[in-house]
């Protein structure tokens, strides 16, 4: 499978712990973004990186959120102390070097963060 | 400000018939892109279609049309002839500059067999 992988599917952690999702781009993309999705809403924008660089970072993306691009390839975000409010869909997206700027990007089947 | 808007929360129809799902958006910029995408009940996004805002021609792709009317600022979205497998989630989304796309709250659509 040649998508954008997102591990874990789901994850329920109790309030206050940390939390850590990865994702794997399609592998000749240098473009990756971080979404996050409430239940009947769309997807919000929370960061995005080309290659390792984080070149934008959205209000939403709070203190206890961070993200991640070690070696330009695939991303982590952490969530530190977590609340019930961050329970969501967060989806992972890519798109190739070189397509025009917001061209379309290709999602990851997201994870699923249940806090409890 | 930048917004998407999909007014239609839920759309239900029987199959064949054919269905529009309507989308408005706002923004100053004068070049922006418009996107259309499906989320199936598995979960991950599945582009449909990008349009930029010099390009006002309709496009169709089979079962799938698009009106793009700069003067409403609306690009809609219509299935012809509706199947079962096209129940799902579709969102329009507006990207104007950086990297950032704004999605609309989406419209559910049922398709009954």
Redesign the interface.
């Known amino acids: 499978d040649t998508?954008?992988s997102q591990n874990p599917r789901h994850k329920i952690t109790k309030r206050g712990q940390n939390v850590t999702f990865r994702c794997d781009p399609i592998s000749e993309h240098n473009?990756l973004?971080w979404y996050r999705q409430t239940l009947?809403?769309?997807?919000?924008?929370l960061t995005?990186f080309q290659n390792e660089a984080q070149?934008?970072k959205?209000r939403l993306l709070s203190d206890r959120f961070s993200a991640e691009r070690p070696k330009g390839s695939f991303s982590t975000l952490e969530i530190q102390r977590t609340e019930q409010g961050d329970s969501a869909?967060y989806?992972c997206?890519s798109s190739p070097a070189g397509a025009p700027?917001?061209?379309?990007?290709?999602?990851?089947?997201?994870t699923?963060l249940t806090v409890v | 400000a930048q917004k998407?808007t999909q007014a239609q929360t839920e759309i239900s129809v029987v199959e064949k018939e054919d269905v529009t799902l309507d989308c408005v958006y706002e923004t100053r910029d004068t070049t922006y892109?418009l996107?259309w995408?499906k989320q199936p009940p598995?979960?991950?996004?599945?582009?449909l279609i990008?349009r930029n805002s010099f390009d006002e021609q309709n496009e169709i792709s089979g079962r799938y049309s698009w009106n793009f009317q700069k003067s409403t600022s609306s690009f809609n979205f219509t299935i012809t002839a509706s199947q079962v497998v096209d129940s799902a989630v579709y969102?329009c989304?507006l990207?104007?500059?950086?990297?950032?796309?704004?999605?609309?709250?989406?419209t559910r659509l049922f398709v009954k067999a």
């Open positions: 998508g954008v473009r973004y009947g809403q769309g997807p919000e924008f995005y070149l934008e959205s869909m989806l997206a700027m917001n061209t379309e990007a290709f999602f990851g089947q997201g699923r | 998407v892109y996107f995408y598995s979960g991950e996004l599945v582009f990008r969102f989304a990207a104007t500059g950086g990297f950032k796309t704004i999605f609309g709250a989406g």
